[in-house]
């Protein structure tokens, strides 16, 4: 398998970025992690626009090389970016806790978390709802993993 030599800004009605992005995380399900890092890195160095942040999956690609520094020093660069969509802080979440690291998943959860609630997403659409759901799931599960006692957040969970 080889990355398609894109050209111009689109192709195929998407973004040329989008299509570096969606190339890398193919290689990544392919258990590829080199070559994904080649194609999300060129989805960064294009800029275009993308459905998510292409660092997310190439500090995940970076993880599989062992090569820690490089994929913690993204994490902490979207950190300090605040990012503003929920989606970003999932991903990283869903990343942390397959390292290991509990603590910062909490933290990147409970961030997207309230990132749906003070943009009052969760009434907006179902996709935003939706989204809120699947950040307290993960977040719960979290903290039951740590063993932490159950918080407010935690009780959304019962609302219907």
């Given amino acids: 398998m080889t990355l398609l030599a894109l050209t111009g800004t689109e192709t195929a009605g998407m973004p040329r970025a989008e299509a570096f992005l969606r190339a890398g995380e193919q290689w990544l399900m392919a258990d590829?992690?080199?070559?994904?890092?080649?194609?999300?890195?060129?989805?960064?160095?294009?800029?275009?626009?993308?459905?998510?942040d292409p660092r997310i999956p190439l500090a995940r690609a970076l993880f599989q090389l062992g090569r820690q520094p490089e994929a913690q020093a993204l994490i902490c660069e979207v950190k300090a970016e605040r990012p503003a969509d929920p989606r970003t802080c999932d991903l990283v979440a869903e990343l942390l806790v397959e390292r290991q690291d509990?603590?910062?998943?909490?933290?990147?959860?409970?961030?997207?978390?309230?990132?749906?609630?003070?943009g009052g997403s969760a009434q907006q659409n179902d996709a935003a709802a939706s989204e809120l759901r699947l950040l307290l799931r993960l977040r719960y599960r979290i903290r039951n993993d740590l063993g932490l006692p159950e918080d407010d957040y935690d009780a959304m969970l019962d609302d219907p």
Avoid: I
């Fill in 32 to 52: 590829e992690p080199a070559e994904a890092v080649a194609g999300l890195r060129r989805a960064m160095a294009d800029g275009g626009p993308v459905f998510s």
């Fill in 102 to 118: 509990l603590a910062g998943a909490l933290d990147w959860a409970t961030t997207g978390v309230e990132l749906c609630l003070a």
